[in-house]
């Protein structure tokens, strides 16, 4: 039996990344409470309802889809389909040649990092710079984010000061005043410069083709400014039928999120610049990524497409908070992450993440703060399941060898006789035994004493005492 790679990760775990996380988490978690609760009583009910609209777009996608290509189209858009992450950085690449664009701002979106755009631009020769300040820091460090709203969550600033100075950014200075001040100097004459701007979407109306594109810094917003092209890399999930659908859930996502009412900038994106308009750019190119979505769709963990990486399910969970979002090796961490990441992974890749959906205690936490109400647990049951069926090594890693538990509970007067001689093992030096596969288990965990046998002679005693 083989370890849980996720556990080795947080065995090995440096304690400040640690301390981090569980900061960083915590405080969206104890944030989010106060604003959705106080804010809507019948919060659980916008979630239910979120759900159902995510769910009904989901059952109904291909008619979406058609119709939100041709209000984009009506809009003065350019639509473009991308069936996975090769084709989707090939777009890009042909709509920024196409435009002689060579400089580009990219704000934060997880369907690029998914692609993996940013290493496959920069090898075919274009300067592209990250304008989320956390992405960006990301970029210096050559690093990943760890987490779908805050992706530097496993760093302080000690540390980012210390990246700062490495590349060249001034000498160090933890302040995040002068850290922030820093990149956006920087920034500011990379915004200048780009003939081209990336960003993503976090919904887009298949009503009005209006596409929405929350931030907090309003980085996408100066990137639109300056921009000849914009180009919106966008998972085809992303469409809700109507603009309507978007206040109920930009209200979940922004309290979900950060604890915010609203994201900060909330910008709405009609069309390419309108004629007689002071800014903003002359094409915009909505580039809709498949990436194996309509494999997830066809699973039976198809609601975990509902998702609107709100990360509010990672906060929550005790496991991501111990091994930190890295643990997850893949781009979507935590809850979220343990569902999404083998599917998109496909029939080949699965192998390799088939242990992720056992990265969970089951507590069910991260369905109870989910804005659109996704059965995380349920689902990691299934993938649970489906490793089995697999005969997947990793998915088998660390389980408990149950064939012996199973024979002596099938047999009742087994079954008593271990639990009255079950005393014993409070006895046993488990540290120091080699116990075979538990023994791993044990060397790093103390078991709880043993005080086995006292309900079934309560149930006993009332029974006698009942007559
Ligand atoms: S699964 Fe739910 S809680 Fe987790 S990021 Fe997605 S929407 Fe948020």
Not at 164 to 189: C, S, V, W
Not at 283 to 307: D, K, P, Q, Y
Not at 346 to 374: M, T, W
């Amino acid at each position: 039996m083989s370890s849980q790679i996720i556990d080795q990760f947080a065995a090995d775990l440096d304690g400040e990344v640690r301390t981090s996380v569980r900061s960083g988490s915590a405080a969206g978690t104890d944030k989010r409470h106060k604003v959705l609760f106080e804010d809507f009583p019948e919060a659980d009910r916008m979630r239910e309802l979120a759900g159902k609209v995510k769910q009904h777009t989901l059952d109904h996608l291909d008619k979406y889809l058609e119709q939100a290509e041709a209000a984009l189209k009506a809009n003065g858009a350019k639509v473009h389909f991308a069936w996975d992450a090769k084709a989707a950085c090939d777009e890009v690449e042909a709509i920024l040649r196409q435009s002689n664009a060579k400089t580009v701002t990219k704000s934060k979106s997880m369907v690029s990092e998914e692609v993996g755009l940013n290493d496959s631009l920069a090898e075919r020769g274009f300067d592209v710079v990250e304008t989320d300040l956390g992405e960006f820091i990301l970029q210096l460090d050559g690093d990943h984010p760890s987490h779908v709203v805050k992706p530097i969550i496993h760093k302080n600033r000690s540390e980012i000061a210390r990246t700062f100075e490495k590349h060249g950014l001034g000498e160090y200075n933890d302040e995040p005043e002068t850290i922030t001040r820093r990149a956006r100097q920087f920034m500011r004459k990379k915004y200048l410069q780009a003939e081209a701007t990336i960003t993503g979407a976090n919904f887009v109306s298949a009503e009005s083709g209006r596409m929405c594109v929350v931030t907090n810094e309003g980085n996408s917003r100066f990137g639109l400014a300056g921009s000849r092209v914009h180009i919106a890399l966008v998972g085809i999930e992303k469409i809700v039928p109507r603009d309507i659908d978007l206040s109920l859930l930009l209200n979940l996502l922004g309290r979900s999120a950060t604890g915010q009412a609203l994201t900060v900038y909330t910008e709405f994106i009609a069309g390419p610049k309108a004629e007689g308009a002071v800014s903003g750019p002359e094409e915009f190119h909505v580039v809709f990524v498949n990436n194996r979505r309509t494999e997830v769709l066809a699973s039976n963990c198809r609601e975990i497409l509902r998702c609107i990486r709100c990360g509010a399910c990672m906060n929550v969970c005790p496991v991501y908070r111990q091994a930190s979002g890295h643990a997850y090796r893949s781009v979507y961490p935590g809850p979220l992450g343990a569902v999404l990441s083998p599917l998109l992974a496909g029939a080949e890749g699965f192998p390799e993440l088939a242990d992720l959906p056992k990265a969970s205690s089951l507590c069910g936490a991260c369905n109870e703060v989910c804005p659109v109400d996704i059965p995380i647990p349920d689902l990691l049951l299934k993938l649970r399941d489906r490793g089995k069926q697999e005969h997947n090594a990793q998915a088998a890693a660390d389980t408990p060898p149950m064939g012996a538990w199973a024979w002596v509970a099938q047999s009742p007067a087994l079954w008593r006789a271990s639990l009255k001689s079950a005393n014993m093992l409070n006895l046993l030096p488990y540290e120091k035994i080699p116990f075979g596969p538990l023994g791993r288990w044990t060397r790093d965990r103390t078991l709880p004493a043993w005080r086995g046998g006292k309900f079934r002679s309560w149930a006993k005693n009332r029974k006698k005492a009942a007559k």
